[in-house]
Nanobody
């Protein structure tokens, strides 16, 4: 399955933005899906994930309560709704998918074999 992320852009602190991750060559059914981000000079970090069943969203502490991950099986797209954006949310955001990711490993980037290209989010003051 090929993933393509989109929706990044330049916004002001406090604004909202929605990222999309579309799949081609397959569907998201049966896959755990996740968003990671990487800021310049920093390691890639976990942002949010949905388990294979979609029943168990998981968020990093830094985004919990502000970001929401969701999946649309009809559109074959995963979304990351980002509200109340902060300067520290600026990064390249990557979507990822994997069929063998168990719930306890949703935050591990090495568990995801499929990745989209990054989409840049820049939050200004």
């Amino acid at each position: 399955v090929q993933l393509q992320a989109s929706g990044g852009g330049l916004v002001q602190a406090g604004d909202s933005l929605r990222l999309s991750c579309s799949a081609s060559g397959g569907t998201f059914r049966g896959y755990a899906v996740a968003w990671f981000r990487q800021a310049p000079g920093k390691e890639r970090e976990f942002v949010a994930a949905l388990s294979r069943s979609g029943d168990y969203p998981s968020y990093s502490a830094s985004v919990k309560g502000r970001f929401t991950i969701s999946r649309d099986y009809v559109q074959n797209t995963v979304y990351l709704q980002m509200n109340s954006l902060k300067l520290e949310d600026s990064a390249d955001y990557y979507c990822a998918a994997g069929r063998s990711v168990i719930s306890s490993s949703l935050a591990r980037s090495d568990m995801y074999p499929y990745w989209g290209q990054g989409t840049l989010v820049t939050v200004s003051s």
